[in-house]
Every structure is written in C-alpha cells, then in structure tokens.
C-alpha cells in the first residue's frame, strides 16, 4: 500500500512539472512574437527608405533638366529676333538723302510693306519751305512713280508764327536710283513745276 501511494505522488509531481514547463514554453513564445514583428516591420521600414531617396533624387535630377532646357530655349529667341531686325535694314532704298550742292534740301524714303513713304523737303529761304508727300512702289528698273503727290508750302513770321498753305494734291512724277562717280542717290522728276530739275540727293 506505502509503495502505490509514493508511485502515486511521484507520478503526481511530474505531471505537475510538465504543465509548469510547457506555460512557460508558451509564455515565451508570446513574448518572441511581438519581438519578431517588430523586427520585421523594423526591416520593412529600412528598406523602403532608400526607394524613396532614390525617387527624391529622380525628381531632382527631372526638374534640373527642365530648368536647363527652359534656359536653352530663352537663349535662342534674342538670334530669332535680332535675325529679323537685320532683314529690315537692308533695303536698297529705304534712307535719308541730301542735296549735294547747297545741302538745303532733304529726301527721306520709309518702307512700310511694299509701299514707300516719300517726303522732300526744300528751303526756299530762311523763313519759306516747300515739302512733298508722295508713295508709290519700286519697279523692276528701280523707279519709283507716283500720282499722288501733296505739296504744302510754309511761311514764317517775324514773331515765330507759322502758315502753311496747301499747294496741290495731284503731283505726278517719278524718283530713280542713279550713281554719279563713286556717289549713289537719287534723281528726282517732277512733272508738276519741275522742282527737281538739276538736283541729285546723295544717299546719307
């Protein structure tokens, strides 16, 4: 009987023992879980950083290559330009002219499209002038001929004051390219009064 009841106790005890070891085996392994998880999200974490560095940089590298292509194009358009402006200036007729004996009379030609605006101008004596208004086109002889010619004549008076007078509307004539010598200029014909008879305006 002595002998069951110690068999009894020492089966009792050891299965109280394996019931301690296996909660604390379970313990553990509640304690290990969160510890595993945090190092993953840990590593997670790590890992995406460099992929956002990279983007960062991406983004970097874009807009500097656009900022460079925006100065490339803010460069080219003063040439586009100035291009345009030497183009203008390079009509053969387009200018001032003087008389080239008394220097007292002035031819101006102003090209706007295919039309020339021409004005002449003449000093009569210090207190009277004469100018002519007229447009036309240059052919292929280099003459230009007009039909339309408006002459005004100007009178100064002693006290500064001035009166213009409106000759007449209807002038005629013509205006051609010429070279005397080494000079190139312009020949005038009037049909009207004969106004530029003699004269010969040299290119400025």
């Not at 969160?34 to 993953?40: I, L, M, R, V």
């Not at 900022?67 to 345009?84: D, V, Y």
Request: charged share 25%; glycine share 10%; proline share 2%.
């Amino acid at each position: 009987m002595k002998k069951i009841l110690a068999a009894a106790l020492i089966l009792s005890m050891l299965l109280c023992g394996c019931g301690k070891e296996k909660g604390s085996s379970e313990s553990k392994g509640s304690d290990t879980q969160p510890t595993t998880a945090a190092s993953e999200q840990k590593e997670t974490t790590t890992a995406e950083t460099p992929d956002h560095t990279e983007t960062t940089s991406a983004n970097v590298t874009t807009t500097a290559e656009a900022a460079e292509t925006t100065a490339g194009t803010a460069e080219e358009t003063p040439e586009e330009t100035q291009t345009g402006t030497v183009s203008l200036n390079n009509d053969p007729f387009e200018g001032l002219y003087v008389e080239e004996v008394a220097h007292n009379g002035t031819l101006s030609v102003d090209r706007q499209g295919d039309i020339y605006k021409v004005h002449i101008g003449f000093k009569d004596s210090a207190a009277v002038y004469h100018d002519w208004y007229f447009t036309g086109e240059f052919d292929g002889r280099q003459v230009l001929r007009y039909n339309n010619c408006l002459k005004s004549t100007v009178t100064y008076s002693e006290d500064g004051s001035a009166d213009s007078v409106q000759d007449y509307t209807d002038g005629t004539g013509y205006i051609r390219i010429s070279e005397e010598g080494t000079k190139t200029g312009l020949i005038w014909v009037d049909d009207k009064e004969d106004a530029g008879s003699g004269v010969f305006f040299v290119k400025q």
